[in-house]
């Protein structure tokens, strides 16, 4: 590291050697954000983090992958994800995009990746508490908003629109129905009536088995009653 916290390598091979140490710290939470399975698995890199993070000796570590649709392009790579998913690392696909793979550990350390490239691939490794606490938000903001892996192979997920979402996240939020209508710009009437149609969609008799339904669908933050 360098004095400012923050510093950049090249190449799997020197981000092993300069960071493998962060690896062999990892004792409460491990976070890795992917396109695909192969995103961080270059030989070396791939045997550190077995070696260092996920070895059976470290199986109280918690460890989520926020990954793409592109990692489930293959049934290997669905059974792949399948097995760890049933080992205990929690899984999420996300529909949105992921430009910047990233790997976050017990929110002390954040290594970001750029893009790869013929001199080797770009790496910015920070313990800046500013840079991890920011990076480590944009990772809830997108986990929150994925899929469950067991879910998304179901495939029976509702669709929701942007309208629908910000009904679902004003509920979760627990505010009142006056309250959520005025932070949504709209009437009551209006708002009670999205709030209908997304008890519809989700095919819930009320708030409270509308807040299970979307926290088995992996749509809300967390199950329970809505509002």
Known sequence: MTDTQTST????????????????????????????????SQPGLRSALARRVLAPGKR???????????????????????????????????????????IIMDRRVA?????????????????????????????????????ELDVYLRGDIPELAPEARMVLRALCAGNTDEAAARSLGTSL??????VADLMAVLEASSRFQGGVRA???????MPGELG
């Open 60 to 102: 109280t570590v918690a460890v989520r992958k926020l990954l793409s649709p592109l990692a489930l392009a293959a049934e290997a790579q669905r059974a792949l994800m399948r097995r760890l998913d049933a080992g205990g690392t929690r899984m999420r696909i996300s529909s949105a995009s992921l430009p910047h793979e990233t």
């Open 215 to 221: 926290g088995e669908l992996g749509l809300a933050g």
């Open 189 to 194: 009437r209006t708002y009670r009536r999205r």
């Open 9 to 40: 390598v090249r190449g799997d091979a020197e981000l092993v050697a300069r960071a493998g140490d962060l690896f062999d710290a990892v004792r409460e939470e491990f976070v890795l954000v992917a396109g695909d399975l192969d995103s961080w």
């Open 111 to 147: 290594i970001v990746a750029g893009e790869p490239s013929p001199l080797g691939r770009e790496y910015t490794v920070t313990a800046s508490p500013i840079l991890v606490s920011g990076i480590r938000s944009l990772f809830t903001a997108a986990w929150d908003t994925a899929t």
